[in-house]
């Protein structure tokens, strides 16, 4: 499985994107999914996750309430519809895939459960 995420970009603060993650091979809906973003001289973070089937979703509180995090089974991609974003938010954004989905829902902000990922698409707020 090789991942994509597209659509990062620059933006003003208070503005949107959304992010796409999409697989060159693989069923998506099959795996846990996670975003996760590294600013400039920091560490990897969580971002936002979703489960495979039931597609309960988890969120660092950071974006809660701000982003969303979906699938398309029919296209086979997963989102991250990012709103009100905030130059904090700055950073390179990855998706990556827990497969054989074996995080249960409170270790899904673990980067550690990810054995795969995409190249990271950056997404640039000015304030």
């Known amino acids: 499985v090789q991942l994509q995420a597209s659509g990062g970009g620059l933006v003003q603060a208070g503005g949107s994107l959304k992010l796409s993650c999409t697989a060159s091979?693989?069923?998506?809906?099959?795996?846990?999914m996670g975003w996760f973003h590294q600013a400039p001289g920091k560490e990897r973070e969580f971002v936002a996750a979703?489960?495979?089937?039931?597609?309960?979703?988890s969120y660092a509180n950071s974006v809660k309430g701000r982003f969303t995090i979906s699938r398309s089974n029919a296209k086979n991609t997963v989102y991250l519809q990012m709103n009100n974003l905030q130059p904090e938010d700055t950073a390179v954004y990855y998706c990556?895939?827990?497969?054989?989905?074996?995080?249960?829902?409170?270790?899904?902000?673990?980067?550690?459960?990810?054995?795969?990922w995409g190249q990271g698409t950056q997404v640039t707020v000015s304030s």
């Open positions: 091979r693989g069923t998506l809906s099959t795996y846990n």
């Open positions: 979703i489960r495979s089937g039931g597609g309960s979703t």
């Open positions: 990556a895939a827990d497969r054989p989905p074996v995080a249960i829902y409170s270790a899904l902000p673990d980067g550690r459960h990810y054995d795969v």
